[in-house]
């Protein structure tokens, strides 16, 4: 997991540089259908089979955990900072807290709800709505982005204690049809005309290949052997390296109350994390 928070994190800075020169439904397009494709192929080299155990949740999994998700982060960082952006992307956890609850019957505990409050008072310092409305539309996004991610994660968690499907074809395909979801909207939606200049061609063979493809298919094993919640809370230290990244690169440093919503946030994903880590796992069916 260590490995797939440092790629994700360089992801986020990447993400960012790359806006300037590509649409941002056509960059889901593109990072998508082309990770996607990568696994495909592996699988294929593999000789393993391409089918699916359950077409139906593979392709629910694409169109929120990838497809959602993506497009909404897309969008905020449009408008928003990385840091921002990716903090409210990372209230993820609680989303596949509450989640897991309705669909896997993983019921909170008080630990979770105080992590719960924590979370909340920070959101409401980061979003300030006591402020003119401002890229709060960032954090409305990020934060849509973070309850898809979440769904598709519990979805995910359940489709393999199921149906176990093959984790490299699971990967490949819930990828590919997530970015085949996006393709309606990147022809439909205006966006600015791709330049590909040498920027965006680095930061994109970095996403497709590291931050995708591969950062993707570490993330659906570590779904697949762990509690979804204890999943969701193993991806913190993401936004927090991104954060990091983004102060001397972008030079975004946080306002003092904005700050201390993140510190709530944060403060909030721990006390959940450690609420999950008291709670057994579950073996995977034989």
């Excluded at 298919?217 to 936004?239: E, F, H, K, Q």
């Excluded at 904005?258 to 709670?279: K, N």
Aim: with cysteine; glycine share 12%.
């Amino acid at each position: 997991m260590v490995v797939t928070v440092l790629a994700w994190a360089g992801s986020w800075i990447a993400m960012k540089m790359v806006v300037p020169y590509i649409g941002p439904f056509d960059f889901v397009v593109i990072r998508y259908v082309c990770g996607g494709g990568v696994l495909l192929a592996v699988a294929l080299a593999m000789r393993r089979s391409l089918s699916m155990p359950s077409w139906r949740l593979t392709i629910m999994v694409g169109l929120t955990q990838t497809a959602a998700f993506q497009g909404m982060v897309q969008m905020a960082l449009v408008h928003g900072g990385v840091a921002k952006v990716s903090l409210m992307a990372y209230t993820m956890p609680f989303w596949v807290v509450l989640f897991g609850w309705m669909l896997l019957g993983e019921r909170p505990t008080p630990r979770h709800w105080l992590g719960f409050g924590l979370a909340a008072v920070g959101l409401i310092c980061v979003i300030a709505p006591w402020n003119p409305i401002g890229d709060n539309v960032s954090v409305l996004l990020g934060v849509a982005g973070g309850l898809f991610w979440g769904l598709g994660t519990v979805l995910a968690k359940r489709g393999f204690n199921r149906h176990e499907p093959d984790i490299v074809v699971f990967t490949g395909w819930q990828m590919f049809f997530g970015g085949l979801a996006m393709v309606p909207v990147a022809l439909a939606v205006p966006q600015i005309h791709a330049v590909w200049n040498q920027q965006l061609v680095l930061g994109m063979a970095y996403i497709i290949l590291i931050a995708s493809a591969a950062g993707w298919l570490l993330w659906l094993i570590v779904v697949r052997r762990v509690p979804a919640s204890v999943a969701g809370m193993s991806s913190l230290g993401t936004p927090v390296i991104a954060a990091l990244l983004a102060w001397p690169i972008f030079g975004e440093r946080p306002p003092p109350v904005e700050g201390l919503g993140m510190a709530l946030i944060l403060c909030g994903l721990v006390v959940v994390a450690r609420a999950a880590g008291r709670a057994p796992p579950r073996p995977l069916p034989v």
